[in-house]
C-alpha cells in the first residue's frame, strides 16, 4: 500500500510568486491535514480536511494560503503571494476515521519550501 | 490550551548506551501523546502512542515510553540505542478535539559507535 506521497519534495522560489503544493494521501483516508514545520520550531498545524470539506482551518497563517481538495481525493496548498517567513517544510497527513485516540496519522515526506 | 515541552533539541548517546528523549505536556483533560520519529529525507513515523489504556506503552524498534500524569510527563525510552536510531524524536498531544496534533520541537538524537 503507498504512503502519503507528496509533490515536490523542493521547491525554491522568490518573493511575491506563487507555489502550490500537492499531498496524495493513502487511498481510502477520508481526513487529511496539513502542517508546517518553520527552521528550528515546532511543527504546527495548519489544517483539516473531512473528504472535500475543511474541518478546521484554525492554523493557516493568513489569507495568502489557500488548500483545497476538490473530489476529497488529493489536496493542495497554494501560496499566493509568498513571503519570506512562508519558509519551511509543509507536511501532509492522512488519517481513516479521524479522531486521533482511535486513528493514525500517517506522515508523507515533506515539501521543503524556501522563498528567497 | 495544550503544549508540549521536550527537553534538549540534541541528545548524544553511544551505541549501546540507554536512549531517555524527555517530554512534558500540559493538558487540562486527559491527553492522547504521541512519539513521533522522522528518519532523514523521510516522513515522520508513529514510534508509539498513549491513549489511556496502560501508562507503559511499547512501540516500535524497541521504544517504549511511560505515561505519568502526576509528573504530565511521557519521556521516550530505549534500553540499548543502535546506530540506526540516529533520527529527530517528535513528542505530540492530541488537541482536545482529538484531531489536530500538537508537536514538541524536537529532540535530534546521535549515536556515537
Known amino acids: 500500500e503507498a504512503g502519503v506521497t507528496q509533490f515536490p519534495s523542493h521547491s525554491v522560489i522568490e518573493k511575491g510568486q506563487t507555489v502550490t503544493l500537492r499531498c496524495d494521501p493513502i487511498?481510502?483516508?477520508?481526513?487529511l491535514y496539513w502542517y508546517r514545520r518553520v527552521m528550528g520550531k515546532e511543527i504546527k498545524f495548519l489544517l483539516h480536511f473531512v473528504k472535500e470539506s475543511k474541518q478546521d482551518e484554525s492554523g493557516m497563517p493568513n489569507n495568502r494560503f489557500l488548500a483545497e481538495r476538490t473530489g476529497g481525493t488529493y489536496s493542495t496548498l497554494k501560496v499566493q503571494p509568498a513571503e519570506l517567513e512562508d519558509s519551511g517544510v509543509y507536511f501532509c497527513?492522512?488519517?481513516?476515521?479521524?479522531?486521533?485516540?482511535?486513528?493514525?496519522?500517517?506522515f508523507g515526506p515533506g515539501t521543503r519550501l524556501t522563498v528567497l | 490550551a495544550q503544549s508540549v515541552t521536550q527537553l534538549g533539541s540534541h541528545v548524544s548517546v553511544s551505541e549501546g548506551a540507554l536512549v531517555l528523549l524527555r517530554c512534558n505536556y500540559s493538558?487540562?483533560?486527559?491527553?492522547?501523546l504521541f512519539w513521533y520519529v522522522q528518519y532523514p529525507n523521510q516522513g515522520l513515523q508513529l514510534l508509539l502512542k498513549y491513549t489511556s489504556a496502560a501508562t507503559l506503552v511499547k512501540g516500535i524498534n524497541g521504544f517504549e515510553a511511560e505515561f505519568k500524569k502526576s509528573e504530565t510527563s511521557f519521556h521516550l525510552t530505549k534500553p540499548s540505542a543502535h546506530m540506526s536510531d540516529a533520527a529527530e524524536y517528535f513528542c505530540a498531544v492530541s488537541d482536545t478535539g482529538g484531531f489536530k496534533t500538537i508537536f514538541g520541537a524536537g529532540t535530534r538524537l546521535f549515536v556515537k559507535a
Open positions: 493538558s487540562s483533560v486527559p491527553p492522547y
Open positions: 497527513a492522512s488519517s481513516q476515521a479521524g479522531g486521533l485516540g482511535t486513528d493514525t496519522q500517517y
Open positions: 487511498s481510502g483516508h477520508d481526513n
